[in-house]
C-alpha cells in the first residue's frame, strides 16, 4: 500500500505540469509592445515634419516670385518716369539745335553761339550718360524708327526711301524713345490718257460738220 501511494505521489507532479502547459497562454514581453508604439509615432512626426517642409518650401518660392515680380514693376515705373524726363530733354536739345543753326552776324552773336555750343554738349554728355543714343541715319523707311512726316512724289528715289529727316530720333537702350519724323519718297501719280468717247466731243468736231456739209 505505501508502494502504491509513492507511485501515486511521484506521478502527481507531472500531472500538474502537464496542465499548466496546457492552459498557459502566449508571453508578450512590454519592451516589444513599447517598441511597436514608439516607431509609429517616430513615422507620424517624419509625415508631420515633411509636410510642414513642403508649405515652407512652397512658401519661400512664392515669396521669392513675388519678390522678383515686384522688383520688376519698380525697375519698369522708374524706366518709364526717366524715358518721360529725358523725352521732354530732347525737346530743349531741338531748340539748342536751331540757335546754333542760326547764322550769327555780330560779335555779341557769335559769343552767345559759343555759350549754346558748350550747353549742348553737356546736355549731350548727359542723355549720353543715361544711354540715350541718336538712331542711326538711314536711307529706308522702317516703322520701328522712323515716323512719316509727309511724302515726296519723286522719280529720283525709289519709292519707301527717305528723302529728308525732319527731327531726329532717339533710342533709350534698346527702346525707341522718340521716332525720327522723315519725308519718304512716292510715286508719281499716273495720268489718265485715255481716249475719250464720243459723248465727250465738242460740238464743234470738225467731223461733225464735214458730216453736215455732205447733207447738204
Known amino acids: 500500500m505505501e508502494a502504491k501511494n ?12 502537464d496542465a499548466v502547459e496546457v492552459d498557459a ?18 513615422a ?3 509625415a508631420e515634419r515633411d509636410e510642414a517642409l ?5 512658401a519661400l518660392a ?8 515686384t522688383q520688376a514693376d519698380i525697375d519698369a515705373a522708374a524706366k518709364r518716369a526717366r524715358g518721360e524726363v529725358l523725352g521732354e530733354t530732347l525737346t530743349v536739345l531741338d531748340y539748342l539745335d536751331m ?15 559759343v555759350g549754346v555750343t558748350m550747353t549742348r554738349a553737356h546736355l549731350a554728355t548727359l542723355l549720353e550718360r543715361f544711354k540715350v543714343k541718336e538712331i542711326p541715319p538711314s ?5 520701328t524708327y522712323h515716323q512719316a512726316f509727309a511724302t515726296v512724289e519723286t522719280t529720283e528715289q525709289p519709292p519707301g526711301s527717305i528723302v529728308e529727316v525732319f527731327r531726329k ?9 522718340r521716332h525720327a519724323q522723315v519725308r519718304v519718297a512716292a510715286a508719281p501719280k499716273m495720268v489718265d490718257s485715255a481716249p475719250s468717247s464720243d459723248a465727250d466731243r465738242s460740238v464743234d468736231d470738225p467731223s461733225d460738220d464735214s458730216h453736215d456739209r455732205m447733207s447738204d
Open 25 to 42: 497562454e502566449p508571453f508578450e514581453s512590454p519592451g516589444s509592445t513599447e517598441r511597436d508604439t514608439t516607431a509609429e509615432v517616430i
Open 44 to 46: 507620424q512626426l517624419e
Open 62 to 69: 512664392d515669396y521669392q516670385n513675388l519678390r522678383r515680380r
Open 99 to 113: 540757335a546754333l543753326a542760326t547764322e550769327c552776324k555780330t560779335e555779341e552773336g557769335r559769343n552767345l553761339k
Open 54 to 58: 513642403g508649405h515652407a518650401q512652397r
Open 139 to 143: 536711307k529706308v523707311f522702317d516703322a
Open 6 to 17: 509513492e507511485t501515486e505521489s511521484a506521478d502527481t507532479p507531472a500531472e500538474a505540469n
Open 169 to 177: 530720333g532717339w533710342l533709350y537702350g534698346d527702346q525707341v524713345l
